[in-house]
């Protein structure tokens, strides 16, 4: 048996319980401000005539902005703490929610995405470092119900994107108004986090949510299991990016939905997520991870297969909470297993800050996939058909459905084949 990590500093329960519920909050202002924003995209595409590969050039420079924030986040979150940098970049998100509807052309949207990009990915990196040190604290699992309040956020700003759709609300009063309603509940976890300031933790946060290739330290290889696992993620997240920002765009030109009910496909989604991420953990742990997932993923890869080639609004709401209950427990599953298969290849004092460094490299694997879907769909949707882009969703969760045995506890403890621990 390998040596227990050494424990973290020790807080009140009532300490951990506000931190818990400060981070989470953080979490919903997130999802909730990602999700108002896709949802108001057939308005934008419509509004300044953008075509498919128009359309994902813009989304790219959203993801350009993404990807260029993690070293800086870093940064930042070394000088001013994981606690400020989230709740910077969140007030930095909310005030540029509205902006792309203040554009007039093409060049100036590109600009603000980058920003807005990078505002985004500053706060997820600032929250999940939050989230690794909450979790370090908890006899039991958070993660999945932390990422039950991203989901929540997700499905609460896609609902009001559809109800403002439907009630003729112009999309640049809808995202401020929006963005006034979540600056409300980031002040409130400002105050929650406020009151439960942690101890550090033994090994320092930015430096452990750095995507690392190594578990020795003179390591050159990945361990085969992480790697697969970081593959789940990065099919995981790639699918829901995609989702975000084209269901609504293929339910309104393919299915014919007004774009009331187009705005709805994503919140029908996200419910779905949240409610089975809400009792994932019970559910996982009554019936088993592998075959949990492999029967819900596979069922949702059927009915995205069978909406796409219908193309029907009612097919394609129920492909949505297939797909959505199918992949909710995958992500907060597979970084539990990276925890686990960190802790069996590195063990004694250098388990904690390896599992930290196995979350941080899904991270990596996981926003990579959530960036590259949504120009991705449209770059295909340009030269083939958005219906038949999204066709890459269906190979996505059937390679997932593949990888499911991969989140066994037996392959965090052992591996599969002749995978072992990086060489020193």
């Given at each position: ?53 128009a ?88 993660m ?35 963005a ?18 942690l ?50 765009v ?16 994503y ?87 390896s ?22 769909i ?5 030269v ?41």
């Amino acid at each position: 048996m390998n040596d227990a990590a050494p424990p973290l500093p020790s807080a009140p329960l009532a300490t951990i319980t506000r931190a818990r519920w400060g981070v989470g909050l953080v979490f919903f202002v997130n999802g909730a401000a990602f999700a108002s924003w896709v949802s108001r995209i057939p308005a934008l595409r419509e509004g300044m005539a953008l075509g498919d590969g128009a359309l994902g050039s813009v989304l790219f420079a959203m993801s350009c902005g993404v990807l260029l924030s993690f070293p800086l986040a870093g940064k930042g979150a070394q000088l001013l703490g994981a606690r400020q940098l989230a709740l910077l970049a969140g007030v930095v998100l909310l005030l540029m929610l509205p902006m792309p509807f203040l554009t007039g052309i093409v060049p100036s949207l590109v600009l603000v995405m980058l920003e807005m990009g990078a505002a985004l990915g500053t706060m997820q990196v600032a929250m999940n470092v939050l989230a690794v040190d909450v979790q370090a604290r908890v006899s039991r699992p958070i993660m999945s119900s932390l990422h039950g309040a991203w989901s929540a956020g997700g499905l609460v700003g896609a609902g009001a994107g559809s109800l403002a759709a439907r009630a003729g609300l112009p999309p640049l009063l809808h995202l401020i108004g929006m963005a006034v309603a979540l600056a409300g509940v980031l002040l409130l976890a400002l105050m929650l986090l406020m009151r439960a300031h942690l101890p550090l933790r033994a090994t320092a946060a930015p430096a452990a949510m750095r995507p690392s290739m190594s578990f020795g330290r003179r390591g050159a290889r990945v361990d085969r299991v992480l790697l697969g696992l970081g593959v789940i993620c990065f099919c995981a997240f790639l699918t829901e990016g995609a989702l975000a920002d084209w269901s609504a765009v293929w339910l309104h030109d393919k299915a014919r939905a007004s774009e009331s009910l187009a705005a709805l496909g994503y919140a029908v989604f996200a419910g779905a997520m949240t409610t089975m991420r809400m009792v994932g953990d019970r559910l996982l742990e009554l019936f088993g991870s592998v075959r949990l997932l492999r029967l819900f993923t596979a069922l949702g890869a059927a009915a995205l297969a069978g909406a796409l080639m219908l193309a029907r609004v009612d097919t394609a709401m129920v492909a949505f909470v297939l797909l959505g209950l199918g992949m909710a427990t995958v992500v907060p599953t597979a970084f539990a297993a990276a925890g686990r298969r960190a802790d069996a290849l590195a063990g004694g004092a250098a388990a904690d800050a390896s599992a930290a460094r196995a979350v941080a490299l899904l991270s990596g694997f996981g926003y990579s996939g959530l960036l590259l879907g949504p120009p991705l769909i449209g770059w295909l949707a340009q030269v083939t058909s958005l219906t038949w882009a999204l066709g890459l969703l269906v190979l996505l969760v059937v390679a997932i459905v593949a990888l499911v045995p991969l989140l066994d506890d037996r392959a965090a403890r052992h591996g599969t084949g002749k995978a072992r621990a990086l060489e020193a």
